[in-house]
């Protein structure tokens, strides 16, 4: 389900700006503490197009992408939805 909706978000930035590529990934499995769970990354001829779609598409990925995470802590663990994502929803 998430695999698809991250393909829909970087097809709205397609749709928006002229890139020349656009990749959304998010990480699966344990991430330690400090390390990057997303990657976005766009090129396009002109710098601010391929910025605005970075940012579209981590904004669109927190508002529309289904996210699970397990979040533990020294007096046990919680899994823990991508909050912004279901507050979007109707």
């Known amino acids: 389900m998430a695999?698809?909706?991250l393909q829909r978000v970087?097809?709205?930035?397609r749709a928006q700006w002229?890139?020349?590529a656009v990749a959304l990934l998010h990480r699966v499995g344990e991430v330690p503490v400090g390390e990057a769970s997303v990657f976005v990354v766009a090129s396009s001829v002109h710098?601010?197009?391929a910025l605005a779609a970075v940012a579209?598409?981590?904004d669109r990925l927190k508002a529309?992408?289904?996210i699970w995470k397990k979040e533990v802590y020294?007096?046990?663990?919680?899994?823990k939805a991508n909050a912004?994502?279901?507050?979007?929803?109707p």
């Open 84 to 89: 912004e994502a279901f507050a979007a929803k």
């Open 3 to 5: 695999v698809k909706e």
């Open 56 to 58: 579209y598409c981590i």
């Open 10 to 13: 970087i097809d709205e930035a």
């Open 18 to 20: 002229d890139l020349h």
């Open 74 to 79: 020294a007096d046990g663990s919680v899994w």
């Open 64 to 66: 529309t992408v289904p």
């Open 47 to 49: 710098r601010r197009e």
